[in-house]
Structures are given as structure tokens and as C-alpha cells.
């Protein structure tokens, strides 16, 4: 599989790494339905812009749908859409081409912040490079309820090291501290 490491560096200090993957989007629709369907509960997600973060969590299962290459993920008494494919709901080819998922990263983020200045998720953005949904997976430091805990729980990150080794083929860590904490280098390198 071809994917690409970056590290983008704040001028606050914050770090992320982007692990970014291709993912067309019959994989798309998997990846998604696995994490609206099976882990509601665990995730947190929404657009992530600077000034503005969007924090949703789901009481209960929701409804998941696809059409005309949307996703549609619906709680009841609001919902949302998100562009994964192929869709013929506007005239505009240039739409057309650029509202779906064209970038998907499993991301790594170290510096200040909440969440022990620490998160990890995956992220998406479409062909204009805007950034369309941020999915938080769970947080060693922070309880179910996105509370700070005394002592971080390291299992929480089993979620995303078993999305790593899905579907980036990773080895699966024996050790979450260890794995999490591990330096990044310097420079990332470019493409694996």
C-alpha cells in the first residue's frame, strides 16, 4: 500500500504526523462503516478548523447510509453528510470531482491542548485541500466521558493500533506506552 509521513509543526509547538493512505472509496465506505457502526461509542468527531473544533459523540447507534455517494450518518435529531465517492447531485464537474474524501490520514498529535496535549484519529479532506472531518479514536489520557484522568490507561489506543494494522499493514504493538511514545524523527520520510 502507498502511503506518506509528514510532520506539520505549529508555531504554538503542537506537532501532528500524518500517515496518509489511499483509500478508494469502496475502502472509504468500509473504514467508515466500521467506525460509525461498531465503535459509536469509543470516537468523537467533526471538523477540526483553528478557532473552532467540533466534539460530537453518539448516545446511541445511529442510522448509516450511503447514497449517490454520500454518507450519511444520522443521530435522529440531527445528522451529517460526507462526500466519499462518485456522486451526480450537481452539474458542475469540477464538484463533482473535488467534494469527495481525496485525502485520508491516521494523524499523531504531541504538544499543548487538552487530552494530556496528546490525540490520535484519522482525518479527512477533499480535492480543494479543505479539511472535512476529524475522528478522534480514544484517548489514553482522557476518561469515556473526555474527562482527564491521573494515570494514563494505554489500552485506549488499542483501537487505533488495530486501524494501523488494518488497514496500513503496521505491526500490531505489544506495547501501547511504548509505541506511543516512541521519538518521531527529525523529518519524515517521504513516501514508504
Not at 504554538?12 to 500517515?19: E, L
Not at 465503535?39 to 459523540?57: D, K, N, Q, S
Not at 477533499?126 to 489520557?141: A, D, K, R, V, W
Request: aromatic fraction near 12%; proline fraction near 9%; glycine fraction near 10%.
Amino acid at each position: 500500500m502507498t502511503r506518506s509521513i509528514s510532520i506539520e509543526r505549529r508555531s504554538d509547538g503542537v506537532a501532528t504526523r500524518y500517515t496518509d493512505f489511499q483509500l478508494p472509496p469502496e475502502k472509504l465506505r468500509v473504514l467508515l462503516e466500521e467506525l460509525f457502526r461498531e465503535h459509536w461509542r469509543e470516537i468523537t468527531f467533526g471538523p477540526v478548523l483553528e478557532g473552532a473544533v467540533f466534539e460530537l459523540r453518539l448516545e446511541k447507534p445511529p442510522a448509516v447510509r450511503f447514497q449517490d455517494g454520500y454518507l450519511t450518518v444520522d443521530a435522529g435529531p440531527w445528522h451529517f453528510h460526507l462526500c466519499t465517492g462518485p456522486h451526480q447531485g450537481n452539474r458542475s464537474e469540477e464538484l463533482r470531482q473535488k467534494r469527495p474524501v481525496h485525502r485520508a490520514a491516521f494523524f499523531e498529535t504531541r504538544g499543548g491542548g487538552c487530552g494530556g496535549g496528546r490525540s490520535w484519529g484519522l482525518r479527512f479532506w477533499n480535492g480543494f485541500g479543505e479539511q472535512m472531518l476529524t475522528i478522534f479514536l480514544p484517548n489514553p489520557h482522557l476518561d469515556d466521558q473526555m474527562r482527564p484522568v491521573r494515570e494514563p490507561d494505554w489500552s485506549r489506543l488499542r483501537l487505533y493500533y488495530q486501524l494501523r494494522h488494518a488497514w496500513l499493514g503496521e505491526p500490531f504493538p505489544e506495547d501501547f506506552e511504548l509505541a506511543a511514545n516512541a521519538p518521531w524523527p527529525e523529518s519524515a520520510p517521504g513516501s514508504e
